[in-house]
């Protein structure tokens, strides 16, 4: 009862500090000039992607448990992308993908990339040499996640005009300053760090009360808490009508996601982190490939009404979701 108790204290924090954090990400986005779709993509995604990136650390130096750390990103891919589905069950005027403009595509590609590659490393194990103590898609990650992040802006100037058209609309923190915006990210940042550095070895011990194993622990109750901040953000974002910048914070943050693996496995020491994790979280790997294929034919097709409360692409998603659900419980 007791690791209950502080796993909903830590996601408590989490919620809370995340929200604002996000709140006052995009205050200073504002101010710098950023549109919607470069601010969920980069650094909305990086605000809300914060917990995995700590508590993806502190698993590997503090707790000792990869197994969390990399199911704690995996699983937070496969969850983001059925916050899609939820919010598409919100938005009411039609199927959120037909609002969302064509340029998610590319930042959900490169999400399809990344993911891929992980499943791949995570099929291969021990038979990928390795450089150092890390293993060669930890390089893979980093080079693609620079490239994604330089053409996503590439892309985002040649829509300049529409992106002046944004920021002239969005501009609502006027009475706000630099100063405030940043002292108050700080903090917030603070206090979402501290609770994250305590999820893993919470995790590790529901974990071993359950007896549901570290792969399900880390890919479910983990994953989801530390993707709390990416509910409130994009739930508030689409009641705003702001659809571009919560869905390019769900597509970012898989980018990011798979980034921090990286980062995971440079602060494992033992070797390449993915050889050390077990094989069942290519099951993620590939069920958050699928859910981020179906949102792309979603967002191409463009399908202008929803017959039930769900577009028939985040119908796909859910299944996707459940199917996922179920074969990690049967694998744990």
Known sequence: M???IEFIICTTAIVLAGTRLSKYGDIIA???GLGKTWIGVVLMASVTSL????????SVTYAGVPDIAAGDVLGSCVFNMLILAVLDAIYRPMPISAKAHHGHVLSAGFGILLLGIAA????LGNRIPPIGWIGPYTLLFAVIYLIAMR?????????????????AVELKYEEITMKTAVVNYIFNAVIVIIAAIFLPKI???IAESTGLGQTFVGNIFIAVSTSLPEVVVSVAAVKIDAVDLAIGNLFGSNIFNIFILSLDDLFFIKGPILSFVQSSHAVSAV??????AIAIIGLTYRNEKKRLFLAWDSIGIVLVYVVNLMLLYMMR
């Open 51 to 58: 917990p995995e990136l700590v508590t993806g650390i502190s």
């Open 120 to 123: 791949l490393s995570l099929f």
């Open 151 to 167: 053409m996503i802006y590439s892309y985002e100037k040649r829509r300049f005009s529409d992106l002046i058209e944004e920021i």
């Open 2 to 4: 007791l690791l209950w």
């Open 287 to 292: 069920s958050a490939v699928m859910m981020t």
């Open 203 to 205: 995790g590790e011990g």
């Open 30 to 32: 504002e101010k710098t």
